[in-house]
């Protein structure tokens, strides 16, 4: 089905790029000095300047002399005497360099950075600082490397990719592309290698897989790798794991990390007798619930004697002795000096217009003569001449309009309905607006992906029992009963064409005897009407990402009228490939490099599109962005290549004769050759930026408007506390006054001017707060394409007080709907923003000029003022793209991906959000520092906790959720039961921890810190449990010691200024919003009184909060939820 597949285009992306294969050849060493770092093209805006004595999991090595302490701290490597004092600073600049470890002659310390643009291996030198880059490419990942005892080679944990298992592999100091050690399994990763007195022997600990949410112990063991036999052994067998292993220069002992209880300790074990005993517990918590990207402990060393380890923890450096005696700290202040991006935060205004510009247009087609366009808006069906004509709409009907279709004469529009409660069915009408639509079938159905034959008086469709989506009360992406069938255009019952089996978008060419479709794994294929005779044509791939082993598959392929070409639609780009005549196997083409496919085949958007077609005579190609129609032309594209190649073709054969000319003149004006020079360069700039440009398709803005939902009325609410995120501002006694959709005046009561018309509502005994505002909402799963009247999720949202949601990845571009739905009152719920589907690795930003087109999605034609840059690729990538956010004045928030160092350089770099916890914890004052210094909005998701088990399990075990009246009323059965009867282990293997071993009190801790130093939180739900999640996620905000006025900040006014509204939202301030809770209980007093909730104000209207019926200014019930179920009731069965 349509709906399935265009989903899948989102989320195979988003897991294509995430989920890479797990290896690929070393790139090689470059062996360059380096002079300087320039290829972070970010320009530093601000500078962190601070002292600090303590530091946030710092890596350290030292010297073989025993004098000097090596270490990392925020990206930057320091050196400190051995008995401690003040750090001197060894590099600086905005890479981030860590893992430092000397050479066995202490003259130099390899180190990994991303300075280079992405991770890669350097040494310096010690002396004068100069400074060498070992290994090649910026897509690699590396992890603790470390010196052979003979300082000729580097082991490193090396993956390929964004995600993947690294493995030890062995670099010459030299250069040369080195070897991956150990190649099997794939998924064998493996971290932190150590020698000891034998170099034969390498030490390393290692896992299955990158990592597992809801872990369940063990993850790591110790291995003992022989480079003399090639195989290993493992040396440990303990149920809180083994990882970080130490061996002493003598060979006589190993120190390792293990968990035991929910803390981590180091073990220590005679080499010779085998014998163990505790070292030190406990010591910093590690990262073996992560990805683990700066080891699974901080980088720790013996001293030279082999007499004591000196490692980090609580912030602090400390020796700790072999025998087991105390411990020493060795103290250190570190003068931080740190280059920050620019800031990348903006203020944006609730639009509050009467009317409004609908931002999306889905499944626009062309008549058969393309003269007019047929396309879904605020789902509903509408048209217009093309080129500039005005929409209107098509019908009066009073339900879902979907997929529209032509009829080949162009005189009739075929199309589908849909309500939630009576299913759907195919009608037909004439598509210039006379007479009434006609009803085709007879039975309710889920009809998609619709398309009129070109001969043959007949509309083919994908078919599902509407039942089907009526009880999908979640993820809704296709069905295993979908079947291809035909609907005579006069009317009658479906025809079975054959099982749809996963695949999509039938179509047709000039042939009408054969049908087209597509499948992921099969390509392009046609069939026979009754399903027989298939026969695949093409399959499409498009490039691989950095560390995959296998090319993007097409998301879509449709062949061309003609039956030459086809269209495919690889990632969120448009291609055309020829299709080859060859027998055999089915051809592939790649279009990764579309010139160098195997066949003709061009790439057709930079931004972008969606919802692709051909034109009747395959002239044309037609797709929309956004409210943007776009049309491609086939034959002025060639005609604009063809110049372009004719006018390059004369300019080299003018240099050819320039240059003949010139051998046989004599040079003597030099002054005039240099100007020539300039002039020509000058030239040839302008040309390669004319030719840069290339053809463009003509786009056309369709404008469809929608009255904006606004309540008309004065009401007062009055006799509350109200506290109004104005600061510490609390008004007791209150007179609030709300005029239509705004506050007007809000002061203890006789102090405010109260209208004589206006609606007094006595709230006498309650307290007044801001509607919530989720940072962190996803609606798990929204049904793409056929929209749903109204929407569960929302209204659950907003009966537990959330007025405003920004989702930070979408996975497809349906949202956008949905939310102008709701700003248009077609549907009840909060406040809808979002920042779309995100740019994942996949975009394979190439520059600036790329990261802009690529975000001009969002700015220019989404309108969402903001994406989720969703570990888009390097650190060079990642900087271009923050770059061009801030030209286009989007805020952006990033993916946090269980990866400490990503979450620090999304800081350093100037992103305006981060979405999860920091893997680690505790952190100090410098992750603090740097947090409150950037003003990133953190918004810690601790109901998916990272770092450990998820928090919302905790609220599971400890709240009778199945009985929640409140809850039951919004939300569906199967939707309570899945998760409040029976608790599984999805994702990961753990479904019950005890209460000690969940983490999010921890990570509250530091947002406590955070917020009392000065920095910004959000509170966002993830979508775990809808409305009432999100009481749970503040109140696990809270756990970690948080006052609870600092809780409300957080949900509300942070919140709101952390999406870029607080100007309109977030507190209650005259001329703001009216988005306001009315509860029974002070949340002062007890945090957990937020869930007391008498009233719901969303936009000036005053809803109860238990049904959300609606009490002011109208008075009206909510409809009846179609997926409300009762309880069994039969007259059959045990009695």
């Known amino acids: 089905m349509k709906f399935c597949f265009r989903w899948l285009i989102a989320v195979t992306t988003l897991l294509f790029a995430a989920n890479v294969a797990l290896g690929s050849g070393f790139e090689g060493a470059d062996s360059t000095k380096k002079k300087e770092r320039k290829n972070l093209p970010l320009e530093p805006g601000r500078m962190l300047e601070m002292s600090t004595s303590e530091g946030s999991w710092m890596s350290l090595d030292v010297s073989p002399d025993g004098q000097t302490i090596v270490f990392d701290l925020l990206g930057d490597l320091y050196t400190l005497p051995i008995a401690g004092g003040e750090a001197t600073r060894l590099t600086q600049g905005m890479g981030f360099d860590a893992q430092p470890r000397y050479s066995p002659d202490g003259k130099q310390v390899v180190f990994t950075s991303d300075s280079s643009g992405g991770d890669n291996v350097w040494i310096i030198n010690i002396e004068d600082k100069e400074q060498t880059q070992l290994t090649k490419g910026n897509d690699n990942g590396y992890f603790s490397p470390e010196w052979t005892p003979d300082g000729k080679y580097i082991v490193v944990s090396k993956s390929s990719g964004t995600f993947g298992t690294a493995k030890l592999t062995l670099i010459h100091v030299d250069g040369g592309a080195g070897v991956e050690m150990v190649k099997e399994p794939r998924t064998l990763k493996m971290l932190g290698a150590a020698f000891g007195k034998d170099a034969r022997y390498i030490w390393f600990a290692s896992r299955t897989g990158d990592w597992q949410y809801n872990a369940i112990f063990p993850q790591y063991q110790l291995g003992r790798y022989d480079r003399q036999t090639g195989k290993s052994t493992t040396m440990t067998s303990r149920y809180g794991s083994a990882i970080r292993p130490a061996v002493s220069p003598d060979g006589k002992w190993l120190v390792y990390g293990t968990r035991y209880d929910h803390q981590t300790g180091f073990r220590i074990r005679d080499l010779a007798s085998g014998d163990e005993r505790w070292l030190a517990y406990p010591v ?62 903006f203020d944006y205004e609730v639009e509050t217009s009467e009317r409004f510009t609908v931002r999306q247009i889905r499944n626009p087609k062309p008549s058969p003569d393309g003269n007019k366009l047929v396309f879904t808006a605020i789902d509903r069906i509408w048209v217009m001449d093309l080129p500039g004509g005005e929409p209107k709409r098509l019908t009066k009907l009073e339900v879902g309009e979907y997929f529209p279709t032509w009829s080949p004469d162009g005189k009739w529009i075929a199309f589908s309905t849909w309500t939630d409660q009576n299913g759907g069915h195919m009608y037909k009408t004439r598509a210039d607006g006379r007479g009434n639509p006609v009803k085709l079938t007879t039975t309710p159905a889920l009809f998609v992906e619709n398309v009129w034959s070109p001969k043959y008086d007949r509309i083919v469709a994908q078919h599902v029992p509407a039942r089907e989506l009526q009880e999908a009360t979640g993820t809704f992406f296709g069905s295993p009963t979908a079947r291809f069938v035909y609907i005579p255009a006069n009317g009658g019952d479906p025809v079975d064409i054959a099982p749809a089996a996963g695949r999509s978008m039938p179509h047709f060419t000039e042939n009408p005897d054969r049908i087209y479709a597509y499948s992921s794994s099969d390509g392009l294929f046609s069939m026979r009407w009754d399903g027989t005779d298939e026969k695949a044509h093409v399959k499409v791939t498009g490039s691989t990402p950095p560390g995959g082993r296998t090319p993007q598959r097409a998301g879509l392929v449709m062949m061309a009228p003609s039956g030459d070409q ?124 004319e030719e840069k440009a290339g053809y463009k398709p003509q786009e056309i803005r369709v404008i469809v408007t929608a009255r904006r939902d606004v309540p008309n009325g004065v009401a007062v609410l009055r006799g509350a506390r109200v506290i109004t995120m104005k600061g510490h501002e609390i008004i007791d006694n209150a007179d609030l006054v709300i005029e239509n959709n705004r506050i007007k005046a ?101 520059d600036l000029d790329h990261a802009r087109s690529v975000l001009k999605r969002y700015s220019e034609y989404y309108d969402t003022k903001t994406f989720k840059m969703y570990m888009s690729g390097n650190r060079q990538q990642r900087q271009w793209l923050i770059m061009a956010a801030r030209e286009l004045k989007l805020m952006p928030t990033t993916e946090g991906g269980l990866d400490f160092k990503l979450n620090l350089t999304h800081a350093i770099d100037g992103y305006s959000g981060l979405e999860h916890s920091l893997p680690i914890t505790p952190v100090y004052k ?59 282990n999805n994702p990961g293997p753990g479904g019950w921890f005890h209460k000690d071993e969940y983490v999010f009190p921890k990570h509250a801790a530091f947002v406590k810190r955070l917020i009392e130093a000065g920095g910004r939180a959000g509170v966002g739900s993830h979508g775990q449990l809808q409305g009432l999640g999100y009481h749970w996620e503040l109140w696990a905000i809270q756990s970690g010691g948080l006052n609870e006025h600092d809780v409300l900040r957080i949900a509300t006014i942070y919140g709101a200024e952390g999406i870029g509204f607080g100007n309109d939202l977030g507190s209650i301030e005259p001329g703001k919003l009216a988005d306001i809770l009315v509860l ?35 008075q009206q019930k909510l409809p009846a939820p179609y997926w409300r179920d009762s309880a069994p009731s039969t007259a059959a069965g045990i009695k």
């Open 284 to 345: 910093q918590r590690d990262d073996q619930e992560a990805r683990s990207t700066l080891d699974v402990l901080p980088g720790y060393s013996f001293t030279p004697d082999g007499s004591a380890i000196v490692t980090t923890y609580g912030g602090k450096i400390w020796r700790v002795p072999v025998d087991g005696s105390a411990a020493t700290e060795i103290p250190f202040t570190a003068n931080i000096s740190l280059e920050l991006g620019p800031e990348v935060r």
């Open 566 to 689: 086809a269209l495919a639609q690889v990632g969120n780009h448009l291609y055309t490939v020829t299709v080859p005549w060859v027998g055999g196997d089915t051809p592939t083409v790649n279009v990764g490099n579309p010139d160098n496919a195997a066949f003709p085949a061009k790439k057709l958007t930079d931004i972008g599109g969606e919802f692709p077609a051909w034109s009747a005579d395959a002239q044309k190609i037609h797709w929309a962005i956004g409210n943007a129609f776009v049309t491609w032309d086939i034959v002025a594209a060639k005609a604009y290549d063809d110049s372009v190649k004719a006018a390059a073709k004369a300019k080299a054969d003018s240099a050819k004769a320039a240059e003949s000319d010139t051998t046989q003149a004599a040079q003597s004006d030099t002054t005039a050759a240099a100007s020539s020079d300039s002039t020509k360069a000058k030239s040839d700039k302008k040309d390669d930026k």
């Open 746 to 846: 809000v002061g203890t009561r006789g102090s405010v001017d109260v209208p004589e018309n206006a609606h007094v509502i006595d709230v006498r005994g309650k307290t007044i707060i801001p509607g919530f505002v989720d940072t962190h909402y996803h609606a798990q799963w929204l049904v793409p394409d056929v929209h749903n009247g109204q929407v569960w999720q929302y209204l659950t949202n907003l009966a537990y007080g959330v007025t405003t949601t920004r989702d930070p990845q979408t996975g497809t571009t349906d949202i956008l709907s949905y939310s102008d739905r709701v700003e248009a009152g077609g549907m009840v719920g909060p406040r809808i923003y979002s920042t779309g589907p995100g740019v994942f690795s996949g975009e394979q930003i190439k």
């Open 926 to 984: 410098d992750i603090e520092q740097l947090f409150v210094k950037t003003g990133i909005t953190y918004s810690p998701t601790l109901l998916v906790s990272y770092g450990g088990p998820f928090g919302e399990n905790y609220f599971y075990t400890t709240e009778r959720v199945y009985e929640d009246e409140k809850l039951r009323t919004f939300m569906p059965y199967k939707e309570i039961a899945s998760r409040a009867l029976r608790r599984g």
């Open 1080 to 1114: 029974d209980a002070d949340p002062l007093e007890n945090i957990r009184n937020s869930n007391s909730i008498r009233y719901v104000v969303k936009n000036g209207r005053l809803y109860q909060g238990d049904s959300l019926d609606e009490v002011w200014p109208r």
